[in-house]
């Protein structure tokens, strides 16, 4: 057999660790300190963003280039979830690729981006930022300052099973005891024998963070107070998790809940084991289907989310345009995005791809209400909509609060310990510094 | 070369530089000759092999070896790193939080390989069994059995998420409510059965490729002997089986040791029943904490190669194909 000269191997690993571990030291630094008004050169840029599953974004972009036919918008499609896509926008960060001009992110990277410097700061008198709902400028903002500027947005609903809640007459609930006691009139019907009540997004992932935070501030708390500091501690924070856990432990929430992301949920709702649903608009579509997939089509109406002792607050979804640091032709870029976010293109995103607008005049366009009957709804849960908290180690501070959110709700942990281990655990993440 | 070995007297390619021979001196340049040219012909696989594995295993060291320290400037909010050598990440497997999840997965990933090993062993033996009789549907039977390893992982542990959904079938043959993918000892083992499930056909296939070549005669003189199939399966079948078993287990343990895909997609990540030693180097990685990532990486790589040595050495695995030549 081939026996490698093992002395040889050693030194060379050893040469090769020395010679590396010495490069290793000079490549510390967090990037360049981003200044606004730094966007120069024009010419063919890229917008990078997920797979474009509607495929209308090329047809948005073929108008662009027409006008444009020396400063074209190539479209690089990433994969279409967002845990990849921000793997290769890190990526090319981190090689200082000019490869992706125009970023289509998440709005909870917004932190970690604007941070690391990968990410320029961008001009915010350039922008209409007083024509977008606040809380959405406020996701594409970090240290107060512009690094991003908000394309669309989302926000929670409250999807309610109408004709049921017609039987016993009753309004969609503005709180939590309210829905309470709509369900267990709903309850005692024949035809509803065996429905469960409500449920969410409660499976150990994003849509726990997202769920537990809508709990929290449907109760008047807050994750993370305005000066980033963590506040899950406060007794209304327990009254919002008390919520998810009391549900779970007296059927509120049926059991399989603890598994259900949005795709289960939605499947639970369709097939009519669910009298409440906290759900994203894009279920309205699909629930509303005639070809048989769904057997509650046309008996469901959408309010906002009920809270503690009045109207809930919801998470916002959504996505932030950045321009990377390290591109080229930064000058196209800026342009770019302001056409590509503005007002029209809003509207051909809300007409065609159901993309929630963050323009507030959009919401009051007679035509659109028509189309998306839950449009107005969806403007009051925004109104009272909050960003998750904003931290540069999100997925530090997320998986923070789904693990001891999760072990609250399936009974491995009591309320107040889950709580402090969550406060524990969100100060240091944030006060990394 | 033998036959040129043979002609010449021993001593003559012993002592190379002797002077006035013309015949080892042109045999000698030959030979140089030859191993320049081997060493020709090798550089391209070894360029290949030390680009796509070596670089990699170094690269991956050294960044364990790095140490960052990061903090938030104040009045920009830009994040400044400094780096530096230190153990300060092999350190941190042991301490505090992150030693814990560490102890965990190390613990996840070891019973994962022990009971999946196990179990795959014993029905892929018991498959290749099955497929070496002589039936009627044998055809049939092989391609079944192989269906399973034909699945991408990603993809089976999908069609595993519905079985164990809380409506799936699982729940409906055991007339059970078992939330399977929610944290605690089912999660585990709903991975160890699609694991088991997926994998059991691989060392089926290998050991069936071991049966075939063990030589009828050797069954027939056990039979005369009145040998009973069970003492015939033990004394027989399994130690002449055994190269080729030992092989496969070896194969499917270093793939259990690095299992990612499975839990992750069947369970969900941040689950700590099921997270494993990669889930948790890739979810540093996602975090941009490259030096534990890394720091969690060579761990892993330094586990499997012992386990790795251990079979070899103990159970005398030949990876390399040495086949007979070995025992000479």
Redesign the interface.
């Given at each position: 057999?081939?026996r490698p000269s093992w002395g040889r191997t050693v030194g060379a690993?050893v040469l090769?660790?020395v010679t590396?571990?010495v490069t290793?030291?000079g490549?510390?630094?967090?990037?360049t300190?981003?200044q606004p008004g730094q966007f120069e050169g024009r010419g063919p840029i890229t917008l990078a963003q997920g797979k474009d599953t509607t495929g209308t974004v090329q047809g948005q972009l073929d108008r662009w280039n027409t006008d444009h036919p020396n400063e074209k918008v190539t479209l690089a499609e990433l994969p279409e979830s967002a845990?990849q896509q921000?793997?290769q926008f890190?990526q090319n960060a981190q090689t200082k690729s000019d490869a992706f001009a125009v970023l289509n992110m998440d709005v909870i990277w917004t932190a970690e981006f604007?941070?690391?410097?990968w990410i320029q700061q961008l001009p915010e008198d350039q922008f209409p930022l007083g024509e977008m709902l606040p809380s959405t400028v406020a996701t594409g903002k970090?240290?107060n300052?512009l690094y991003a500027v908000p394309y669309n947005t989302n926000a929670g609903l409250l999807f309610y099973r109408k004709d049921l809640l017609d039987q016993v007459q009753a309004q969609p609930p503005k709180t939590w005891d309210e829905m309470q006691a709509t369900c267990a009139k709903v309850k005692a019907l024949p035809a509803a024998a065996g429905i469960g009540c409500y449920a969410g997004q409660f499976?150990?992932?994003e849509g726990l963070t997202v769920n537990f935070s809508e709990a929290v501030q449907s109760a008047g708390g807050k994750v993370v107070d305005d000066e980033g500091k963590p506040t899950v501690n406060s007794p209304e924070a327990k009254a919002g998790l008390e919520f998810l856990v009391n549900g779970f432990k007296s059927g509120l929430i049926p059991?399989?809940a603890?598994?259900y992301q949005e795709e289960?949920g939605r499947r639970a709702f369709q097939e009519g084991k669910l009298i409440f649903h906290r759900q994203w608009p894009y279920q309205w579509t699909l629930a509303n289907a005639t070809d048989g997939s769904s057997k509650v089509a046309g008996k469901f109406g959408v309010a906002p989310l009920p809270g503690k002792s009045g109207p809930g607050s919801s998470s916002l979804g959504g996505q932030n345009l950045a321009i990377s640091t390290y591109a080229k032709n930064k000058a196209t870029a800026l342009d770019f995005i302001k056409w590509f976010a503005n007002v029209e293109n809003a509207k051909k995103n809300l007409d065609s791809n159901s993309l929630a607008p963050v323009y507030s005049s959009i919401y009051s366009d007679s035509a659109l209400q028509q189309k998306f009957a839950y449009l107005s709804v969806l403007k009051q849960s925004l109104d009272s909509a909050v960003a998750r908290p904003r931290v540069?180690?999100y997925?530090?501070a997320t998986?923070a609060i789904?693990?001891n959110a999760?072990a609250a709700i399936?009974g491995?942990k009591a309320v107040d310990a889950a709580l402090a281990d969550m406060q524990n655990k969100l100060t240091e993440v944030t006060a990394?510094? | 070369m033998s036959t040129e070995t043979r002609a010449r007297p021993p001593a003559a390619h012993r002592r190379p530089g002797r002077l006035g021979r013309a015949e080892p001196k042109a045999s000698d340049r030959r030979r140089a000759g030859v191993g320049r040219l081997a060493a020709v012909l090798l550089s391209p696989t070894l360029i290949t092999l030390g680009l796509v594995v070596g670089y990699p295993v170094v690269e991956a060291l050294r960044l364990s070896l790095t140490v960052t320290d990061q903090h938030i400037n104040q009045e920009t909010g830009l994040i400044e790193r400094t780096g530096q050598l230190g153990f300060d990440n092999y350190t941190g497997l042991f301490r505090g939080e992150s030693g814990a999840r560490f102890l965990n997965a190390l613990w996840n990933t070891t019973s994962f390989a022990l009971a999946t090993g196990t179990l795959v062993t014993v029905l892929g033996v018991l498959m290749a069994l099955v497929m070496h009789r002589a039936f009627r549907g044998r055809g049939l039977f092989r391609a079944a059995v192989l269906i399973p390893w034909a699945i991408p992982t990603a993809i089976s542990a999908l069609l595993w998420r519905w079985i164990f959904s809380t409506d799936g079938i699982a729940n409906d043959i055991l007339n059970t409510q078992i939330l399977w993918t929610t944290e605690g000892f089912h999660a585990w083992l709903s991975v160890v059965i699609a694991d088991t499930w997926k994998t059991a056909p691989f060392i089926g296939l290998l050991v069936l490729a071991g049966l075939q070549v063990i030589p009828a005669e050797v069954y027939e003189a056990a039979k005369v002997d009145g040998s009973s199939p069970w003492h015939t399966f033990w004394k027989i079948t399994l130690p002449l089986v055994k190269p080729a078993l030992v092989v496969a287990v070896l194969f499917r343990l270093l793939d259990l040791l690095r299992m990612f895909d499975l839990p992750f997609v069947l369970v969900g990540r941040g689950k700590r029943s099921v997270e494993t030693l990669s889930m948790l180097a890739w979810d540093d990685m996602q975090n941009l904490r490259f030096g534990p990532a890394a720091a969690y990486a060579v761990v892993l790589f330094a586990y499997t190669a012992v386990v790795a040595y251990l079979f070899i050495r103990v159970l005398g695995a030949d990876v390399v194909g040495r086949g007979m030549e070995g025992k000479r």
């Open positions: 057999m081939y690993l090769a660790l590396g571990g290793a030291c490549n510390g630094g967090g990037g300190t981003a845990d921000r793997q890190i604007a941070a690391n410097g970090y240290f300052k499976d150990k992932y059991r399989d603890v598994t289960p540069v180690a997925g530090d998986l789904q693990e999760y399936t491995a990394r510094r | -």
